[in-house]
């Protein structure tokens, strides 16, 4: 009920300047995910040099991946009355992570990353209830592709 609320109306103040503030939003979360975990840049196969964080956070593949999570982030908040319907989609995505080498605990960057990003996006409106919101959504949408590990 509540929760529902307070995320889709701060997706919602998020998505009214999509273009200018997606820009913002996409350097906000590389800049804090390799501040965070500077090893997960080498999971992204780069076709320009990368000699820096600057370097990998600018390039085509990262940006695209950020832009993947995004488009996840937004299928959730789209579900929110029904995220089980998600979870087929999020356990196969799961899958794809294991296969290419990341962990289920770099999750919580990423996590920290969006959390991050909503901070600065959000300013006033960024309370602790806002906060919690997203971090129960987030769990939910981690905790399916987790269920995606296999042993
Ligand atoms: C694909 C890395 C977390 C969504 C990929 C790929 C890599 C990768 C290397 C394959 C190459 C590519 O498509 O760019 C990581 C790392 C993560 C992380 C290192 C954590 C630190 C997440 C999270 C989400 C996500 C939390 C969504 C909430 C996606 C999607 C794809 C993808 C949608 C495309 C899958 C497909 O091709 O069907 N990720 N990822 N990733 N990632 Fe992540």
Same mark, same amino acid.
């Given at each position: 009920?509540?929760?529902k609320?307070?995320i889709r ?13 997606? !820009?913002?939003? !996409? ?25 820096? $964080? ?22 959730a908040v789209?579900h929110l009355d029904?995220l ?42 960024? $309370? ?9 959504m987030?769990?939910? !949408? ?10």
């Amino acid at each position: 009920g509540k929760d529902k609320e307070l995320i889709r109306g701060s997706w919602e103040s998020l998505g009214k300047n999509k273009v200018p503030h997606g !820009v913002i939003i !996409v350097f906000f979360v590389c800049d804090r995910l390799f501040e965070l975990d500077p090893a997960l840049l080498s999971l992204f196969h780069y076709s320009t040099k990368c000699d820096s $964080t600057q370097d990998c956070v600018s390039s085509p593949e990262f940006l695209e991946h950020v832009t993947k999570v995004m488009f996840v982030i937004d299928a959730a908040v789209s579900h929110l009355d029904d995220l089980q319907s998600l979870e087929e989609f999020l356990l196969n995505l799961g899958r794809k992570h294991q296969a290419v080498g990341v962990n289920t605990q770099s999750f919580t960057v990423v996590g920290e990353s969006l959390l991050y990003m909503l901070q600065r996006s959000l300013g006033q409106e960024y $309370t602790a209830p806002v906060r919690q919101a997203w971090l129960n959504m987030y769990s939910i !949408v981690v905790a399916a592709m987790s269920r995606g590990w296999t042993k």
